[in-house]
Structures are given as C-alpha cells and as structure tokens.
C-alpha cells in the first residue's frame, strides 16, 4: 500500500518568514494530494489540495507543488503569523481517495 | 447542515466492553470513512464506504466493524475493546465537487476514546 513520508517533524519560524513542509510517496497510482490543518483539540481541515495533472497550485499565502516523477509534493506558506500555527498533514491516494494514506504530520511554531 | 457529525464526544471503557461510535451526515455524500488519530502516527483509515450497504478495510481495520445501512448513518463498533484502541477518532464524509473526479472530504469533531 501507500506510505507517506512528511518533514519536518517539528518547525519553529519567525512571523512574517515562510514555512515549508516536504512529503514523500510511494505509489504511482496516487493521484490526488490534500493538505491538512489541525488545530488543537480540533479536527483537521482542509487548507489546499492538488491533482496530478498540475504542478503547483496557489490560494493567497499558501502554495503546493508536485513532482509525480519524484514522489514528492511540499507545502509552502509564506509572510507566516501566529494563527498559522498548528499540526499540518500531508496525504495521498488514487482516484476517488477511498484509501487515502496520511503523513505522520508537522507541528508548525510561528514565533510573534 | 449540520455536517459531519460524532458521539459521543469522550469515552471510557474497561477492557473487553462493547461499544459503537456513531457518526451521521446531512450533505448526502456518497462517502464515508474512519479514522484514527494516534500522537506522532497522523491519522490511518481503519474502514470506508463508498455507498450504502458497501463498505471496505483500509489501513488498521482489526478489531473494528462497520455498516452502511443508509447514506446518512457510518457506525463503528468496537466487540472487545482493547488498550492498544485507545486513541482519538475521527469519522469523515466526502463528495466529488462538479466537474471534478476527485472526492473532498469533511471531517467530524471526533471522539476520544480511552480503554482501560
């Protein structure tokens, strides 16, 4: 089955510096990339996700990228503040996502 | 809407009590799933369904049982809780938006579960 690889573990930034979380895949089938944002005691919710038939995707302060030849798709948010600090997840999975596989997740500090 | 929807919120059990985790969905998507949610591990697919009366194991699905009798409702039941069952769970549903082939899922709150 799919595994997913996320990193770092932990990242601690300043306000205003950017953030970005890397991911690794390991089954081509996967075709569909979500990113996730948990809060504390809260559920996770959707932030960004990207398909395979496009290389990056944009909303405001947060992009994503993927390079299906690689297996790696990452994160990026830029001008950080302090309520984007949270555990962000990465996942992947085939059409439909009905087996969709989670990375282990990144705790994202930003330091006012 | 309401959304996604979970109870009981917490839970205590002993080892080897019986319990179900009910989840329910007022936006008529055709999927559901579970999750667990386990500190430092994300959260892994214990089972799914993609219709009513369908469902299938996804990741951890040992020890969990689930049914799918109408769109709305995904119970999980737990026959003989264990320890190694205590986590946090989470139910999700999902739709594929017009003109995509992809589906978005929506989380409920979760329940936390401890077994002793």
């Known amino acids: 089955g799919e595994n997913v690889e996320q990193h770092p573990s932990t990242l601690s930034v300043q306000e205003g510096d950017s953030a970005v979380i890397k991911c690794t895949y390991s089954?081509?089938?996967?075709?569909?990339f979500p990113w996730y944002k948990q809060e504390l005691g809260k559920r996770p919710q959707l932030i960004i996700d990207?398909?395979?038939?496009?290389g990056e995707k944009k909303d405001q302060r947060i992009a994503v990228t993927l390079n299906k030849t690689a297996k790696h798709f990452s994160l990026h948010i830029t001008e950080t503040q302090p309520e984007d600090s949270a555990v962000y997840f990465c996942?992947?999975?085939?059409?439909?996502?009905?087996?969709?596989?989670f990375g282990a997740g990144t705790r994202l500090t930003v330091k006012p | 809407n309401a959304g996604v929807t979970q109870t009981p919120k917490f839970q205590v059990l002993k080892t080897g009590q019986s319990m179900t985790l009910q989840c329910a969905q007022d936006?008529?998507?055709?999927?559901m799933s579970w999750y667990r949610q386990d500190p430092g591990m994300g959260l892994r697919l214990i089972h799914y369904?993609?219709?009513?009366?369908?469902?299938d194991q996804g990741e951890v699905p040992n020890g969990y049982n689930v049914s799918r009798s109408t769109t709305e409702d995904f119970p999980l039941r737990l026959l003989s809780a264990a320890p190694s069952q205590t986590s946090v769970y989470f139910c999700?549903?999902?739709?594929?938006?017009?003109?995509?082939?992809?589906?978005?899922?929506?989380f409920g709150p979760g329940t936390r579960l401890t077994v002793l």
């Open positions: 999700a549903s999902s739709y594929t938006p017009s003109g995509s082939s992809y589906n978005e899922q929506f």
């Open positions: 089954d081509s089938a996967s075709n569909y």
């Open positions: 990207i398909r395979s038939n496009v």
């Open positions: 996942a992947a999975s085939p059409y439909n996502n009905n087996d969709m596989r």
């Open positions: 936006m008529n998507h055709e999927y």
């Open positions: 369904s993609v219709g009513a009366g369908i469902t």
